[in-house]
């Protein structure tokens, strides 16, 4: 059974950092193209960052210079590092994935998400 398990996610101080990881399980060939989303309390669910199998990325203006997003084929996941945490950046935090499968498919996947809260 294929899933995505996100970790790292927690109560941190403003300023502080957190590192979330996204780790990939089940007959997975590799990971395509992975994004981290998050959705606050009353709000839509909104694209934090993004990143293609290449490497090339993509980030919300919000986190930009603040977050990197990193993907690591050898261990199929996918990493979120916050630096510089807001209050505004409390919310919970969704793995997205396009997962080309052994079968030689192509399916998308979601985390079940992890919450990440700054105190001001």
């Known amino acids: 059974q294929v899933q995505l398990v996100e970790s790292g996610g927690g109560t941190v101080q403003a300023g502080g950092s957190l590192r979330l990881s996204c780790a990939a399980s089940g007959s997975i060939f590799r990971i395509n193209n992975a994004a981290w989303y998050r959705q606050a309390p009353g709000k839509q669910r909104e694209l934090v960052a993004a990143?293609?199998?290449?490497?090339?990325?993509n980030y919300a203006d919000s986190v930009s210079g603040r977050f990197t997003i990193s993907l690591d084929n050898a261990k199929i996941a996918v990493y979120l590092q916050m630096n510089s945490l807001k209050p505004e950046d409390t919310a919970v935090y969704y793995c997205?994935?396009?997962?080309?499968?052994?079968?030689?498919?192509?399916?998308?996947?979601w985390g079940q998400g992890t919450q990440v809260t700054v105190s001001s």
């Open positions: 990143i293609t199998r290449n490497g090339s990325t």
């Open positions: 997205n994935a396009d997962l080309l499968l052994v079968a030689f498919t192509v399916e998308i996947y």
